[in-house]
């Protein structure tokens, strides 16, 4: 709870002297699946869902595949994101290829994790506005029969095809 306390005052501190970030899309992180640096501006105007993974975590590799489902039905109506905490660039190169995400993935870095806090538990996921803001988190697995009604009413849209996908 306490580190839920520091993320929401980090976030909607008012700026002054401190380089807080007052948007999750204010970082630049190192992709999983390449080289390269990719800004998460990138992502913004866009409602997101931010889910964070490790190495050995059974329970991110299902809430992965329930989200790679939900990207098929939801046809583009938000922009799920995965961030790799706790553990090293190999470990997490290694959890990519083993999850096999239908998004982008990101190696979280210490600033971020600073930010987000201390998290409770993988996976862990908060639901973002298109400006950044954080606007609800959950905790542990969520089916994707379960997330999908949580995703339309955050963001207030209709997923068009219902159909079940397996994986």
């Known amino acids: ?3 839920w306390l520091l993320l929401f005052t980090l976030l909607f501190a008012p700026t002054g002297a401190t380089e807080v970030p007052t948007s999750l899309f204010d970082f630049e992180l190192r992709s999983l699946a390449g ?3 990719i800004n998460l501006q990138h992502f913004k105007d866009k409602p997101s869902l931010m889910v964070l993974v490790e190495p050995d975590c059974p329970w991110c590799f299902r809430q992965v595949r329930a989200l790679n489902r939900l990207t098929h039905r939801c046809s583009q109506q938000f922009q799920p994101l995965a961030l790799g905490i706790n ?5 997490l190169l290694a959890e990519y290829r083993k999850l ?3 998004f982008p993935m990101f ?3 210490r600033k971020l994790q600073q930010v987000l806090g201390e998290t409770p538990g993988t996976p862990f996921s908060f639901l973002i506005a298109p400006n950044g803001k954080p606007l609800r988190w959950l905790r542990g ?4 029969e379960q997330l999908q009604p949580i995703l339309e009413q955050s963001f207030g849209f209709t997923c068009g095809n219902t159909s ?3 994986s």
Not at 87 to 91: E, Q, T, V, W
Not at 141 to 144: K, L, T
């Open 1 to 3: 709870m306490r580190a």
């Open 35 to 37: 080289p390269e640096r």
């Open 87 to 91: 553990g090293s660039r190999k470990a």
């Open 100 to 102: 096999r995400p239908e």
């Open 107 to 109: 190696q979280a870095n």
């Open 141 to 144: 697995y969520i089916p994707d």
């Open 164 to 166: 079940q996908k397996t």
